[in-house]
């Protein structure tokens, strides 16, 4: 697979996480379930990578894994827990154990492009 493919498929589920876990945080502290306070720092960590990831920088690709694991933590819960929102607990995990795939690879693939890399010792 290209980097360009890999990078627009990547690119498109972290669009479509966002939209969903943000539309479903908002949701839950309009309801009166959490407060909009708890809600709104909910999304923010998930908004920290957003440049980077929309821009194509490897880099960041490569370090946003790490941010998308508490969401995992959050999905994987929501399986185990919830009664009644079953299809969306299921829709977040395959996302995210897509994109846990697909964000390192487009890192590796695209870093080998421009050249990038740790600095071996002579």
């Known amino acids: 697979m290209s980097s360009t493919t ?6 498109a589920g972290y669009v479509a ?11 839950q502290g309009l309801n009166g379930e959490y407060s909009m306070l708890f809600s709104l720092l909910w999304i923010v960590p ?6 980077g990831i929309l821009t194509g920088k490897p880099y ?6 790490f941010i998308l694991c508490l969401y995992m ?18 829709a977040e995990t395959l996302l995210i154990g897509a994109l846990l795939i697909g964000f390192p690879f487009y890192a ?9 890399g740790l600095k071996k010792k002579k």
């Open 6 to 11: 890999l990078f627009k498929l990547c690119r």
């Open 17 to 27: 996480l966002v939209m969903m876990l943000g539309t479903w945080f908002i949701q």
């Open 46 to 51: 998930l908004l920290l990578p957003l440049k």
């Open 60 to 65: 960041t690709y490569a370090w946003a894994s």
């Open 73 to 90: 933590l959050h999905a994987l819960t929501l399986v185990y827990v919830t009664e009644t929102d079953t299809l969306f607990a299921v």
């Open 108 to 116: 590796r693939i695209r870093g080998r492009e421009l050249g990038l």
